[in-house]
């Protein structure tokens, strides 16, 4: 049977993996000042289990960065770690060089 996840910046919980079971929900709205906390109260209203990708935990974030992802770079970690890719990596190589801190940063 699959279990549906629902992928949001603002859950506590740690995706680590792709599971093939289970369907993911990727939350995403444009406006997040405006509506902090939307998509985590609208997947526990719908009694759906979130989600988040750790970005921090796998990349060092230049200062200012958030961790809040777009579509297109969620999209890019899922598929990589379809691909059979860790978690490092495929958040690595999907997030853009401008969010990472440059080598003077991280001395």
Known sequence: MQSLVYLTADSDEEIE?????T????????DR???KGATLRTALESE?????????KYVDLAHGSS???TLNQVFGIILRLREGQSMMDAC????????K????EKL
């Open 33 to 35: 000042n405006r509506h």
């Open 67 to 69: 961790e809040v992802l």
């Open 17 to 21: 993996s792709i599971d093939d079971d």
């Open 48 to 56: 759906v289990k979130t989600k988040k990708i750790a970005v921090r």
């Open 92 to 99: 690595y190589h999907s997030i853009p060089n401008r969010k």
């Open 23 to 30: 369907i993911y929900v990727v939350g995403g709205l444009v």
């Open 101 to 104: 801190k440059t080598n003077e």
